[in-house]
């Protein structure tokens, strides 16, 4: 299952640590006049709704100082595995961790392998049986079920290691920092596809037949490009605005395109704010790369591409922003909103599910539901 996730912004592995135990001190001290003097904690959240928006369940995995959910895929068996942040005993500090559980949500295990400061930003099942996890530091580390280690791969370069996905015949590519990496399934590199210095690679989506779709940032612009088996680049466009984009999700639609979601920003010199994307536009491209549509599309940044060739998106309402949010709002119901393929609203379902959560990914179910990932301050 295709996972599509909030990403911070690109620094080193131990800067991005900071600025999440940062983030996890203003609300703390911001707090502790009407909540008391206790140990803040950084919990998980998972929402399953079925194929109409019913809310089938919710599950929480609490009780690890360091715990952040960063992606989740389902499972084989019907369940799903989370990666993210966990604390391990004998290590000083957050480490990347596995979380399983059920089909119901019941959680069924919790595993954390590697060094300190990391995290798991992105995983899939391996063939038989375990995980590959790829982590933000740059490496790609296969697990099996009890979380013994059996391989870990540096791949080299910076950091921003964000997805990894099955490759068709075998192994899996790694997309981030400037690169893509091929590794087969006994954790040996096969290939790099490296880029130029300044263009980003955010993501990668495998093309049945053989070979990669991917994207990522240029400047302020986004790029897409196909690759081959071998890496090799088929064709590469750049697209983008006056001001600067972000790209969300690629994705082969059922009609064959190559279609990718990005947002736009109205103001570029303002960093700090999501509420200053004002327009999410989809655009397509045919086999060869030719640009051949456009059109504005109403979500946000938390979405995924559907079967059906629409999408599903998450977020809150925040006040003076536009759009759905990933951080909530006091008071502020959990939107998740079904487009059809022709990018008109399928269905809208609000959830009240408490204040201090953001929404961090959202996947689509195989019973044509959704399953949605966030965090929770926990006071």
Known sequence: METTTFHYPRRSAKYVILILLLALTIPFFAGCTDRGHRDLTLDTWILKTNSDGSLQWTAFVDGDPNGRGQAMIQTRDGGYAITGTGTNADVNGPVPRIVTLDRDGNVISTMTFGMSPDYGSSLVEAPGGGYVVATYSGFLTR????????????????????????????????????????????????????????????????????????????????????????????WDETLGSRSRDDLYVVRISPAGTYDLVYGTVLDARNETADGRFTETIEASLA?????????????????????????????????????????????????????????????????????????????????????????????
């Open 143 to 234: 697990v099996d079920e009890d979380g013994n280690v059996l391989w870990s791969t540096s791949l080299g370069g910076g950091s921003d290691w964000w997805k990894v996905v099955g490759a068709p015949g075998g192994g899996y590519a790694v997309a981030g920092d400037t690169r893509i990496v091929k590794v087969g399934e006994d954790g040996e590199i096969a290939w790099t596809a490296a880029f130029e210095t300044g263009l980003n690679v955010g993501t990668i989506a495998a093309i049945p037949s053989g070979g990669f779709i991917a994207g990522g940032t240029t400047g302020a612009d986004v790029w897409v490009a196909r690759l081959d088996a071998e890496g090799n680049t088929v």
């Open 287 to 379: 086999a060869d790369g030719r640009l051949i549509g456009e059109r504005p599309l109403n979500a946000s940044r938390v979405i995924v591409a559907t079967e059906d060739g629409g999408y599903a998106y998450a977020g809150f309402i925040v006040p003076e922003f536009i759009g759905l949010q990933p951080q909530g709002y006091p008071g502020s119901p959990l939107h998740v909103v079904r487009l059809d393929d022709e990018g008109m609203v399928a269905w809208d379902a609000s959830y009240d599910i408490g204040d201090d959560r953001s929404v961090v990914s959202i996947i689509r179910t195989s019973d044509d539901g959704v399953a949605v990932l966030g965090s929770v301050y926990d006071f």
